[in-house]
């Protein structure tokens, strides 16, 4: 492996392939018979999806601020063309995400605004609001919270819903 995308392929394989044996088929049914369906899933706990972001993290420990974001954006997209979005790949997105929160910079706003349009799921967008983007805030210098407010500003006269509650949830808590 030589550049930062092989190791990213490579991570995001390790996390899809030990989800996929983690899986259980009752677990999956429930999350493909949620309102919408637009999820498909593997059917693998929580614990699970925690235990292989950690081993993934163990196993791949070099990952800089752009690795991380490279493979919470693969992990969060399409596991190959034609299928749906798996709810377990997602969670591990936000797993990685909160674990590593002090890479994560005022940049990454865009691309967590785009997880939180297209989550389709509560149980991805209360801990990618509360363990993901409250710590982001809380931990900017002044300069980037400034620029971090005008983005939360955006998100609450946005026609989305979830970045309406997400705007309100983060104007609550958080002192701009």
Request: aromatic share 6%.
């Amino acid at each position: 492996m030589t550049g930062t995308a092989d190791v990213v392929s490579a991570a995001a394989e390790f996390v899809d392939r030990t989800l996929q044996n983690e899986g259980a088929w009752y677990r999956a049914d429930d999350v493909a018979h949620r309102p919408g369906g637009v999820l498909a899933s593997y059917g693998s706990s929580v614990g699970a999806v925690r235990g292989t972001v950690r081993d993934a993290l163990r196993k791949f420990k070099d990952l800089d601020h752009d690795a991380t974001v490279m493979l919470a954006s693969a992990l969060w997209g399409q596991p190959g063309p034609g299928s749906r979005p798996v709810f377990e790949r997602r969670l591990a997105a936000v797993v990685l995400l909160q674990s590593r929160v002090r890479l994560l910079q005022h940049s990454d706003l865009t691309r967590l605004e785009g997880f939180l349009r297209s989550a389709h799921a509560a149980d991805l967008t209360a801990p990618l609001l509360s363990d993901v983007l409250m710590p982001l805030l809380a931990g900017l210098g002044e300069r980037e919270r400034q620029r971090a407010r005008g983005v939360v500003e955006r998100w609450s006269g946005d026609p989305d819903p979830h970045l309406q509650a997400a705007a309100a949830a983060l104007m609550k808590e958080l002192t701009f």
